[in-house]
Protein backbone atom coordinates (compact mmCIF):
# COMPACT_ATOMS: atom_id res chain seq x y z
CA UNK A 1 0.00 0.00 0.00
CA UNK A 2 3.06 2.35 0.73
CA UNK A 3 4.33 2.11 -2.39
CA UNK A 4 0.62 3.23 -4.05
CA UNK A 5 0.77 6.30 -1.91
CA UNK A 6 4.05 7.25 -2.73
CA UNK A 7 3.42 6.65 -6.68
CA UNK A 8 0.39 9.03 -6.38
CA UNK A 9 2.78 11.09 -4.52
CA UNK A 10 5.17 11.37 -7.19
CA UNK A 11 2.16 12.03 -9.71
CA UNK A 12 1.71 15.72 -8.00
CA UNK A 13 3.09 18.44 -10.13
CA UNK A 14 3.02 22.47 -10.59
CA UNK A 15 -0.46 21.94 -12.60
CA UNK A 16 -1.85 19.47 -9.87
CA UNK A 17 -5.34 20.58 -7.87
CA UNK A 18 -5.76 19.15 -4.86
CA UNK A 19 -9.00 19.17 -3.30
CA UNK A 20 -9.86 17.80 0.44
CA UNK A 21 -13.27 17.30 1.54
CA UNK A 22 -15.22 16.24 4.46
CA UNK A 23 -18.08 14.24 3.75
CA UNK A 24 -21.07 13.97 6.41
CA UNK A 25 -24.66 12.60 5.74
CA UNK A 26 -26.22 16.41 4.84
CA UNK A 27 -23.52 18.98 4.32
CA UNK A 28 -20.17 18.60 3.22
CA UNK A 29 -16.96 21.31 3.53
CA UNK A 30 -14.03 21.53 0.91
CA UNK A 31 -10.89 23.33 0.41
CA UNK A 32 -8.36 23.52 -2.62
CA UNK A 33 -4.66 23.81 -1.88
CA UNK A 34 -2.01 23.75 -5.02
CA UNK A 35 1.24 21.44 -5.53
CA UNK A 36 2.73 22.65 -1.93
CA UNK A 37 -0.18 22.92 0.01
CA UNK A 38 -0.80 26.66 -0.61
CA UNK A 39 -4.48 27.14 0.42
CA UNK A 40 -6.50 28.52 -2.37
CA UNK A 41 -9.69 30.37 -1.34
CA UNK A 42 -11.63 29.52 1.88
CA UNK A 43 -13.30 26.28 2.73
CA UNK A 44 -16.14 25.75 0.46
CA UNK A 45 -19.72 24.43 2.58
CA UNK A 46 -22.14 22.54 0.31
CA UNK A 47 -25.42 20.47 0.92
CA UNK A 48 -25.58 17.02 -0.16
CA UNK A 49 -27.33 17.42 -3.33
CA UNK A 50 -27.36 18.05 -7.25
CA UNK A 51 -26.76 21.74 -6.11
CA UNK A 52 -24.13 21.53 -3.89
CA UNK A 53 -22.09 19.23 -5.97
CA UNK A 54 -22.37 21.70 -9.27
CA UNK A 55 -21.42 24.48 -6.43
CA UNK A 56 -17.91 22.66 -5.91
CA UNK A 57 -17.65 21.92 -9.11
CA UNK A 58 -17.85 25.89 -10.00
CA UNK A 59 -15.44 26.63 -7.48
CA UNK A 60 -12.60 23.92 -8.43
CA UNK A 61 -12.30 25.59 -11.60
CA UNK A 62 -12.00 29.13 -9.76
CA UNK A 63 -9.50 27.60 -8.06
CA UNK A 64 -7.78 26.06 -10.60
CA UNK A 65 -7.98 29.42 -12.30
CA UNK A 66 -6.30 31.55 -9.71
CA UNK A 67 -3.55 28.44 -8.99
CA UNK A 68 -2.67 28.84 -12.37
CA UNK A 69 -2.69 32.88 -12.34
CA UNK A 70 -0.45 32.39 -9.38
CA UNK A 71 1.93 30.63 -11.18
CA UNK A 72 2.01 32.66 -14.38
CA UNK A 73 3.18 35.75 -12.39
CA UNK A 74 6.19 33.88 -10.49
CA UNK A 75 7.57 32.67 -13.81
Do not use: C, Y
Request: charged share 30%.
Amino acid sequence: MARNVDARIQRITEGTLIVGIDIAKHTHVARSVDWRGIELGKPLTFENTRNGLEGLERTSRRARSLMTTRQRRTT
